[in-house]
């Protein structure tokens, strides 16, 4: 079946504009995530859904970014007022279960602000 | 706070030889540990979980409480094994990424 798919792939921005970054899940899975991971870093935890809960945001950077999945399934994680620093790849994973013991990911985003 | 370090960001060995990619974690209560791999062009993908003590593809990482550590393990490496290999902590839904060691297996 299909995997976890994501959109845009790439995305360019110049600084100050606000950009929406879209997950579609695999059908089914409960858990949902995005990590922001910088060059050369891991993925790094921004905030995690089960259903339409959110129930950890303590990744998000700071209150310019905003996620949501208000039907359980779509994810959209919102930057308002990019900054360069916000520049990096946006991953999104997905999980079968409440406990995540196996997620899958998306292919990424990869955001760049100019 | 969970933290994991990969020591190694670059790892290179010939085919045939014996690989281990180091795993630390700081985390005082029980861990659920991690591997995960990333090849060329591909998107990230689990290998295997140290709760079900299972051999992926030939890798094992056994977790050492004492040490701290959750190292990979394969006797005899691939080239097709030439990855990136991230280690991950899961606590209460939020894994906590390595940097990840990239793996070169030269012929």
């Known amino acids: 079946g299909a995997g976890v798919s994501q959109s845009p792939r790439y995305k360019v921005a110049k600084r100050g504009q606000d950009v929406a970054l879209r997950c579609d899940p695999i059908?089914?899975?409960?858990?949902l995530f995005w990590y922001q991971q910088a060059l050369g870093q891991g993925p790094e935890f921004l905030t995690y859904?089960?259903?339409?809960?959110?129930?950890?945001k303590s990744g998000l950077p700071s209150d310019r970014f905003f996620a949501e999945r208000p039907e359980g399934s779509v994810s959209t994680l919102k930057i308002q007022r990019t900054q360069q620093e916000d520049s990096a790849v946006y991953l999104c994973?997905?999980?079968?279960?409440?406990?995540?013991?196996?997620?899958?990911f998306g292919p990424g985003t990869r955001l760049t602000v100019t | 706070a969970q933290r994991v370090t990969q020591p190694e960001k670059l790892l290179s060995v010939f085919k045939g030889a014996p690989v281990e990619l180091k795993c630390n974690y700081s985390?005082?209560?029980?861990?659920?540990l991690f591997w995960y791999v990333q090849y060329s062009r591909q998107r990230l993908q689990l290998l295997l979980r140290?709760?079900s003590r299972e051999s992926i593809k030939g890798f094992t990482a056994d977790l050492n409480k004492g040490e701290t550590s959750f190292h990979l393990k394969k006797p005899f490496a691939q080239e097709e094994d030439s990855a990136m290999y991230y280690c991950?902590?899961?606590?209460?839904?939020?894994?906590?990424f390595g940097d990840g060691t990239t793996l070169t297996v030269k012929p």
């Open positions: 994973a997905s999980s079968l279960s409440q406990v995540p013991y196996e997620q899958y």
């Open positions: 059908s089914g899975h409960v858990s």
């Open positions: 859904f089960q259903n339409e809960a959110q129930l950890d």
């Open positions: 985390y005082s209560g029980s861990p659920e």
């Open positions: 140290h709760i």
């Open positions: 991950a902590l899961l606590v209460a839904g939020k894994s906590t």
